[in-house]
């Protein structure tokens, strides 16, 4: 690491989620400058969602974008910096008022008196190769981003969880089919989005039902789909797949510095923001794959930009601050 770019701040924002920018709205009101990087997302996933009907406040509901943009310029207005760029190495301290550095982009280093993290979490996929070779020509894991490309058209959605279930009555909305598979013989999902699907007559729901490949080179053409019970295969004829089987925290960048649970989730202290190191903070879905709502996100983004300043005041006046 090379010294001659360091820039010394009180307060470093990774992620630019809901969660990121309410810590940016409380950090900046509480004089701590923060400088936020944004990561490969700016917005984070409700960039690509449509419409959110469940923030409060909202009572017509607002698009995705739209409501980032607003919680930016709020963050702004109070002096947050927001900068592109990913944080692509970290060197944590230990120590109770020690330096956190953190290295934007591979090149510049920026060290912090205090980090919050909210890098979100992202997609996961099935991992076959033909549904890899297919991202983009077909394969996506975001049917209110990519589903207007397949109106009028047969698709099919992989999952069997609240996202699933959403999203298979967004896409029949504009779809002429959808072909939805479940893994097991029951779904994850609510009851009430259960009975959305189970009541959208262009949905042809197919239980312990599996990708086996899906077909096609450039585009895609078609699915095998595999019976897990009876062994049985079937070919249908679709031109775009939506998986939608969960997420997966951004963490990597933060492995074998900060605690996380087996899956990647990082793991913070009782009820407050606190990661395993003093002066790092943790909030929005990367640290909570249980409600993972932009407002619970939000919630806790305020809770990390409090225990920020919280960690910071204690160690001006000089306090006992417990890691
Ligand atoms: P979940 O983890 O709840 O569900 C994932 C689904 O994908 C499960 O049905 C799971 O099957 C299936 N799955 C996982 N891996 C595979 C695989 N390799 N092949 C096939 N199927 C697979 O994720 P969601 O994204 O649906 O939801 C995450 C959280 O967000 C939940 O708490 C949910 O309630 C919440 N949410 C709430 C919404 C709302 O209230 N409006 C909307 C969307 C999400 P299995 O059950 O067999 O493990």
């Given at each position: 690491?090379s010294?001659n ?14 969660a ?13 400058k ?6 490969m ?16 406040g909202y ?7 739209t ?5 930016q310029?709020?963050?702004e ?15 944590f301290s230990?120590?109770?008022?020690g330096i ?8 510049t ?11 979100g ?16 020509g ?20 992989v999952?069997?969880?609240d ?5 298979a009555t967004?896409?029949a909305?504009?779809?002429s ?6 893994r097991k ?6 009851k009430?989005m ?15 039902s599996?990708?086996d490949?899906?077909?096609?080179e450039?585009?895609v053409?078609g ?13 249908i004829n679709?031109?775009?797949?939506f998986?939608?089987i ?16 087996e ?5 913070t202290q ?6 395993n190191l003093?002066?790092?903070?943790a909030s ?6 249980e409600y993972?709502?932009?407002?619970t996100?939000?919630?806790?983004g305020?809770?990390?930009a409090?225990?920020?300043e919280r960690?910071?005041?204690a160690i001006?006046?000089k ?5």
């Open positions: 690491m010294d770019k360091l820039e010394r701040i009180k307060c470093l924002i990774i992620g630019s989620g809901p990121g920018y309410t810590a940016a709205i409380y950090a900046s009101r509480a004089d701590l923060p400088i936020m990087y944004t990561g997302e700016p917005g984070g996933q409700l960039t690509t969602t449509t419409e959110v009907d469940n923030f409060p009572p017509e509901g607002i698009d995705g974008p409501m980032m943009m607003q919680l310029k709020q963050a207005r109070f002096g947050t910096e927001v900068r592109i760029g990913m944080v692509t190495e970290v060197e230990k120590e109770v008022g956190h550095k953190a290295c934007i982009d591979n090149s280093w920026v060290e912090a008196e205090t980090v919050i993290i909210s890098t979490a992202t997609a996961k996929y099935l991992g076959l190769p033909s549904e890899q070779r297919l991202r983009g077909g394969v996506s894991a975001c049917a209110v981003c990519d589903g207007f490309f397949y109106k009028n058209q047969e698709v099919a959605i999952g069997g969880g996202t699933a279930a959403e999203e967004y896409l909305n504009i779809c089919k959808v072909t939805m598979l479940v013989d029951e779904m994850r999902a609510s009430a259960q009975h959305r699907v189970t009541n959208t007559k262009n949905i042809d729901l197919r239980y312990n599996q990708v490949e899906v077909l096609g450039q585009v053409e699915l095998r789909i595999l019976n897990n019970v009876t062994g049985e295969k079937e070919e679709i031109t775009g797949l998986i939608a969960g997420h997966k925290p951004n963490t990597e960048v933060f492995k074998g510095q900060l605690d996380m649970h899956d990647g989730y990082l793991i009782g009820k407050s923001t606190k990661t003093p002066g790092v903070f929005g879905d990367v640290q909570d794959k993972r709502q932009a407002v996100a939000a919630g806790t305020c809770m990390a409090l225990d920020a960690y910071l005041a001006e006046s306090e006992e601050v417990s890691a």
